[in-house]
């Protein structure tokens, strides 16, 4: 059975400073997405990793994946108030395109 | 820019009633996902449509639960009866095939 972890659960940071999400997975996948969502809203896509060592970056906002280690990091430059938001990794292990969630990260960033 | 639509937004029914979701995926995808997200939580895949055809149903709570997809478009979740657990917010997504998935607005449902 896959299993999805994110660490940590809850990160609250101030303005300004960086850190790190993790997303360890248990099965070989090739194939990772980052959502984020707003309290009482719905997903939104940030990026999709498709390949051992693939790097997308927007904004302050960089992820990364290590197929090889099975994990995943979603890396926040300099945090602003508006990234306040709770953070998702998905990973599919099928070619059917069907998601395990981890458990998110509650981001709270303060002035 | 196109978008994944459901309805109602909010539901409240009382435990043992019957309660149903529609969902208007995007055009042209193929693909329709079906989650169910407890508060706190991640979303959790229930069923999984290619076309009019179930590909996946593992995880959807058959004794209880039902999807339909007929014409291979929109789509409907019903609960028959709803329980308290089944409180949580259901959202439906969609894609092409083997890519990146369009979760819509969600319904958020407390049974009471």
């Known amino acids: 059975e896959l299993k999805v972890e994110q660490n940590p659960l809850f990160l609250s940071m101030q303005e300004g400073k960086n850190y790190t999400i993790y997303c360890n997975y248990s099965?070989?996948?090739?194939?990772l997405y980052w959502y984020r969502q707003d309290p009482g809203k719905s997903l939104e896509s940030l990026f999709v990793?498709?390949?051992?060592?693939a790097v997308k970056q927007e904004g302050r906002l960089m992820a990364s994946l290590d197929t090889k280690a099975r994990l995943s990091t979603l890396h926040i430059t300099a945090a602003v108030h508006d990234l306040s938001a709770t953070y998702f990794c998905?990973?599919?292990?099928?070619?059917?395109?069907?998601?395990?969630f981890g458990g998110g990260t509650r981001l709270m960033v303060k002035p | 820019e196109a978008e994944v639509a459901q309805s109602p937004r909010y539901k409240i029914t009382e435990k043992s009633q019957a309660v149903a979701f529609w969902c208007d995926p995007i055009?042209?995808?193929?693909?329709l996902y079906w989650y169910r997200q407890i508060l706190g939580q991640g979303p959790e895949l229930l069923v999984q449509?290619?076309?009019?055809?179930?590909?996946?149903d593992s995880q959807l709570p058959k004794d209880r639960f039902s999807a339909e997809r007929l014409k291979g478009v929109d789509s409907t979740l019903k609960i028959q009866p709803a329980e308290l657990g089944d409180s949580a917010m259901y959202l439906c997504?969609?894609?092409?095939?083997?890519?990146?998935?369009?979760f819509g607005p969600g319904t958020r449902l407390t049974v009471t």
């Open positions: 099965t070989t996948s090739d194939r």
């Open positions: 998905a990973v599919d292990i099928s070619s059917g395109n069907m998601l395990t």
């Open positions: 997504a969609s894609s092409l095939v083997s890519y990146e998935q369009y």
């Open positions: 055009s042209g995808h193929a693909t």
């Open positions: 990793l498709l390949s051992n060592g």
């Open positions: 449509f290619q076309d009019e055809s179930v590909v996946d």
